[in-house]
């Protein structure tokens, strides 16, 4: 996922391991909603309480756009002293961190199903956002993050190189194994498979594309959270992953509440896709409104087991 770099969360730019050995192929292993059509599952009990507030994805604000009022200020200074370590390690880590997300999944850690969380599959993992969130929250956890834009590698790397239990592969993942055109945004974090109306491309490029089946050949029998932030590109990142589901536990999915993207991933496939494995939605951890209108556009949704 990499996150989009126009999404805002309340305090500043959302720019947006158990076992320390890789589980790439080969001899190495680890040891050992609104808008959704049809009924939501009841979502398992969960000890945590995500942090975004939600608006109706077919209604807009009240509020003049592009305006912040007095009591919204006071109420993002309630919610960030309210999580003092979390703010201030947003402050030191501005730019990879989203301070709303980054509390949701620290709550979520802490929580009696999170704590068990020892492998993360980050998929989309730009310059390295999400493994430094995820790092935070889940400190002895292995990340294994997928990327296909160099150029964002080298600075993850520079974020998370000297880390033991975080590893890199330079890649896309889809749904069959091949090389596909990347478009490459000014901002890395809006690179995609798809057009997204609105935003400048720099240039293409053709990087290798594997299925996740295909490079992940085990995964511990529980513990296992697979996240997907890919602009548009969840659904195929998803059918090339069906046979390691059964062994995921838990799902972290940016949806697209709207086109966002042409031919992107609906939120009805999503929806459909997840549920036709075994998940039922936990939770909204984060949310993106369009800056004009306030309307949500987009949510980090956490999925899970029953």
Known sequence: MAESATHLNNLGDKISGVGGRSIWGGDLGIPVGDQFEGQIDAAPDMSFAPHSRIESAGQSSAQPTNMITLPQVLRIAADAFEDIPTLFFKL??????????????????????????????DV???????????????PRSQICSFEPDERAVQKYLAVHGTD??????TCALSEADGAMELRLAKVSAQNSFLVEPGIAMEGIRKVPVHRLDDLVKTLPPAGTMLKVDVQGFEAQVLRGSVRLLPRISWILLEVSLM???????????????????????????????????????????????P
């Not at 033991?164 to 592969?169: L, N």
């Open 124 to 138: 989309g993992a730009n310059e390295g956002q999400f493994a430094c969130m995820a790092r935070y929250c889940w």
């Open 164 to 169: 033991a239990r975080t590893s890199i592969r």
């Open 92 to 121: 030191r880590n501005r730019s990879l961190v989203s301070f709303n997300l980054c509390r949701a999944l620290k709550d979520f850690a802490v929580s009696g199903r999170g704590r068990n969380v020892s492998t993360i599959l």
């Open 259 to 305: 086109n966002m993207y042409q031919g992107g991933s609906s939120v009805e496939d999503i929806w459909g896709f997840v549920r036709s494995h075994g998940f039922i939605y936990c939770a909204v951890l984060d949310q993106y409104r369009l800056p004009r209108t306030r309307v949500v556009a987009q949510m980090d949704v956490l999925f899970g087991r």
